[in-house]
């Protein structure tokens, strides 16, 4: 059994996003980079970026990264049914790239993103911005702009629902039935 409640509501997250626009713009103006390639991870990562390149009023269009395939779960997953190509609009070679996620946890999504990007180029660099990020990494990856920071229970989730309005979730899986056995 499991049991979903709204997180973050959508004024929340609207303003955790707005302030994640400044505190990218700051970041990006301390490390002298004026038009950096922003690239949202599908599918709650582009939702997450289109907002961002909004804020800052970036010139060239947002890049979209579908990770599926680069996955090292994959097979263990099965293939998602909503596989979408990746397209980004520009070559990534020397550019400065905004990488944007919505939930990191383990890492994984963010290591198989990096293999996609590299791909397709080398950049100079990568910043990771996402919105939340919640305990249980597996993997050593740090971002450098995080909304929210999470501490969950064994058992919980958070999830971004959307497009619009965007609204954090927290899902609870619960052990059931009258003899404590799954359900």
Excluded: C
């Amino acid at each position: 059994m499991s049991a979903t409640e709204v997180w973050k509501s959508a004024a929340e997250v609207d303003e955790v996003i707005r302030r994640m626009g400044e505190e990218l713009g700051g970041l990006l103006s301390a490390r002298a980079i004026r038009q950096p390639l922003m690239i949202g991870i599908h599918t709650g990562g582009v939702w997450v970026a289109e907002r961002l390149h909004r804020a800052l009023g970036l010139r060239e269009p947002l890049g979209q990264l579908d990770i599926s395939f680069y996955r090292d779960d994959f097979t263990r997953i099965g293939m998602h049914p909503q596989v979408r190509p990746s397209d980004l609009p520009v070559g990534l070679d020397d550019r400065h790239v905004v990488l944007v996620d919505d939930v990191l946890q383990t890492g994984r999504t963010i290591r198989a993103a990096l293999n996609v990007l590299f791909d397709y180029g080398r950049p100079a660099s990568v910043l990771l911005a996402t919105l939340a990020e919640r305990d249980g990494r597996e993997l050593p990856i740090e971002p450098n702009l995080v909304g929210l920071h999470v501490r969950l229970a064994p058992g919980e989730q958070i999830k971004l629902t959307g497009p619009d309005p965007l609204v954090l979730v927290r899902a609870t899986h619960r052990l059931g039935g009258a003899n404590g056995g799954l359900s």
